[in-house]
């Protein structure tokens, strides 16, 4: 079967390179570009995984990340931060959040794809 993996992200360029990466090797994508509909998007379809753009217009993606995680319906799916922010404290921050992984932007493809597969395997 399928994964499905919800994107958030709002930069168009950061949005259109991980869907195409993600499409290419055979998963299914759900977007949301500026996080505000997150957890009405993951009740309803349910995703195998959620790529979180930190930095997000109104709401940072780690606020988004620790309402997932506090629903109990939710917060077994795996959150990937994706974040330009990688300065030492940082994966803390995103832990403690609820993160389960980050990956810093620019990415870098075969790191990226690999973090995906290590939480949908």
Same mark, same amino acid.
């Given at each position: 079967? &399928?994964?499905?993996?919800?994107?958030? *992200?709002?930069?168009?360029?950061?949005?259109?390179?991980?869907?195409?990466?993600?499409? &290419?090797?055979?998963?299914?994508?759900?977007? !949301?570009?500026?996080? !505000?509909?997150?957890? *009405?998007?993951?009740?309803?379809?349910? $995703?195998?995984?959620?790529?979180?753009?930190?930095?997000? $217009?109104?709401? !940072?993606?780690? *606020?988004? &990340?620790?309402?997932?995680?506090?629903?109990?319906?939710?917060k077994q799916i795996p959150v990937?931060?994706? &974040?330009?922010?990688?300065?030492?404290?940082?994966? !803390?921050k995103i832990r403690e959040a609820?993160?389960?992984?980050?990956? =810093?932007?620019?990415?870098?493809i075969p790191a990226f794809l *690999?973090?995906?597969?290590?939480?949908? =395997?």
């Open positions: 079967m &399928t994964k499905t993996i919800l994107i958030v *992200e709002d930069n168009a360029l950061n949005m259109k390179l991980f869907n195409d990466l993600l499409q &290419t090797n055979g998963y299914d994508t759900i977007q !949301s570009i500026d996080g !505000s509909d997150v957890l *009405e998007i993951a009740k309803n379809q349910m $995703p195998d995984l959620i790529i979180m753009d930190i930095q997000l $217009p109104g709401r !940072s993606g780690l *606020e988004i &990340t620790k309402d997932l995680k506090a629903d109990k319906a939710l990937i931060a994706a &974040t330009a922010f990688a300065m030492k404290g940082d994966e !803390s609820g993160c389960d992984d980050y990956i =810093s932007k620019p990415i870098l *690999e973090t995906v597969a290590k939480h949908l =395997s």
